[in-house]
């Protein structure tokens, strides 16, 4: 905004103030850069050291240097501070400088009138998750986000990263590489730096071609896997997904993928994902069918939150919770897609997609959290309660997950039925990548519904009314109905007909603990609480889950069972009596004699042509 001056203004007054307009425009503008070296070294200590240096710092006052509280794609406050340790500074000539800590994740350095520094320090990695650091014998790694500083309000800093890691192994992260240095590679600004995790190992890679781009699946660890069965299915996944969203937005891609015993998951990020998965977890076609799924489901991410960004997700704030009301359609509907692009991609059959279907169903209707909270509800608290779960959450709370899943799957078929077949989520995933994704900007969830509405013909209000923003129990019938398609909740013949209404786990000290008790059920209503400790049914002793189960089987509904049990230090025996079972099958199956019309929409539905 151009200034005028007022009238009467003395013209050397105009002079002096275009006078500093024009020194402040050929001023250099102060811009840190940052240059890091991780070196792997004494594996048995989990202790990877880092060194930041520092370049065109300001003089004269401090510098802040954060490491941020939690990592994009795990919405929950990690402070990755804790694991830092045997922090220094030094000037240019190795003397020491002074620092001292103002948060518990940022550090103040003391630079007088250096305008270079270096910081060493080390951070604890000993925590195998896709969103943590392990460094030990076998392999490192790591989140940058988790390990790596930078320059308070700079994090449009550019760095590089020169990782050293020990004799032998290799270094895999979706970092841009810098020609003639090893293992150094570049990022423009820390939102890239932070976007791409780092394994480091003696790895193998598996490439293929997809969209005229390369991709490559480097592992970490040995498997039962067939490397070409590998190969294949995951190539099919990104032909499918790039098929449906119309284009690939990058250059490259990287699937980190480790193997070791309980490791398991996957993050995303926009040129590659970490994922875990079990080493012999390849036995059967029930194990690939689990491996494509998680692929297919962090590749979606790619498109869905990662360029498709709900309203507070990038730029990120490092330092704090980032609340959004969205989660549901960044994992939910994305969850969504992990089972529909395995079957489109041939490499599930229909009886599979539809079991995988009903499974989210029945996991949702066997929650009783699902009355107290809606899906917005679940993606705003997902900070304190989704990836903190207690004994009672089953009651309080639903996973934007599983009901997201299971929602995005009914507003895909809403969409279908309202428009004969013509349209579908499919338009929907498009529309949003073309008016927010490729656009850069941010959407809300009145933006999603919208374009929801656009792309069905009119309005959705109910649907969202009911089942994102309300706690309504779903109707599932009329929406399954156009496509010659019902719920069939039943319980099977061989299956008990008495419920308690706990579940039990074995303790290492043998004895048997209530791990939750659901809301409603004649153990929540008569008296067994979580963390009791059973000792015995009718005065019998009982030693295991198993056995547990098996001797409430025997029970019919409404029996009157006598449980023993320690509450604390004390001995207590409290009486329930047993309620009917619920349905323990959840369906999906055909209706009879479907018409020509129900033919083609699920045809349509599940082929997505």
Known sequence: MLL???????????????LLLCISAISPTFAFETAFTVTLERPWNHLIAVEMRVTNAPTGKPVELAMPVWTPGSYMVREYSRHVQDFVVSDA??????????????????????????????VYANELTVRTNEFDDTHAFWNNT?????????????????????????????????????????????????????????????????????????????????????REGVQKIVEVEAAMMGELPYSDYTFLLVLRNGAGGGLEHKNSTALGFRPNGFSNTNGYSAFFSLVAHEFFHLWNIKRIKPDVLGPFDYNN??????????????????????????????????????????????TPGRQQMS????????????????????????????????????????????????????????????????????YTPQDFQRVCEQVAGGTLEPFFAKYVRGREEIDY???????GVELLKTRPQSSPEATFGATVRAEPNGLLKVSEVRAGSPAFEQGISAGDLILALDDKRVESA????????????????????????????????LGSAFPSLFALVPTENPTESQQRLLGQWLTGR
């Open 4 to 18: 005028l001056p007022r009238r009467g203004c003395p013209l050397s007054v105009l002079r002096f103030a275009l």
């Open 93 to 122: 000539a190795g003397k020491s400088l002074p620092w001292r800590k103002t948060r518990k994740n940022i550090w103040q350095v003391g630079t007088g009138t250096q305008t270079a520094f270096t910081v060493r320090y080390k």
């Open 146 to 230: 988790a390990l790596l500083l930078h320059p308070v309000g700079g994090l449009k800093t550019p760095s590089t990263v020169t990782i050293k890691p020990m004799p032998g192994w290799t270094v895999a992260t979706g970092l841009t590489v810098v020609p003639g240095r090893e293992n150094t590679f570049r990022a423009t600004d820390y939102d890239t730096l932070y976007d791409c995790p780092v394994l480091v190992g003696k790895l193998t890679t598996l490439s293929f071609t997809a969209g005229g781009k390369p991709h490559r699946i480097v592992i970490d660890g040995e498997g039962n896997y067939n490397p070409d069965r590998l």
């Open 321 to 366: 919770e980032n609340y959004t009301r969205s989660l549901w359609i960044a994992e939910g509907i994305t969850s969504y897609y992990d089972n529909l692009v395995p079957y489109r991609a041939g490499l599930i059959n229909e009886n599979q997609l539809m079991g995988a279907f009903s499974g989210t169903i029945r996991a949702l209707e066997e």
């Open 375 to 442: 899906l917005e509800e679940g993606s705003f608290d997902a900070w304190i309660k989704e990836y903190r779960p207690d004994e009672n959450s089953v009651n309080t709370q639903v996973s934007y997950y599983t009901k997201g899943a299971v929602v995005g799957m009914l507003l895909d078929l809403t969409i279908r039925a309202r428009t004969q077949g013509a349209k579908s989520l499919d338009d929907v995933m498009r529309a949003m990548w073309v008016q927010f994704g490729k656009t850069d900007k941010n």
């Open 477 to 483: 019938t009329p929406l399954l109905a156009p496509f």
């Open 546 to 577: 198993a056995e547990f189960n098996s001797m409430i089987a025997q029970k019919a509904p409404g029996s009157v069972l006598k449980v023993s049990l320690f509450r604390g230090n004390r001995l207590l025996t409290v009486e329930v009596t």
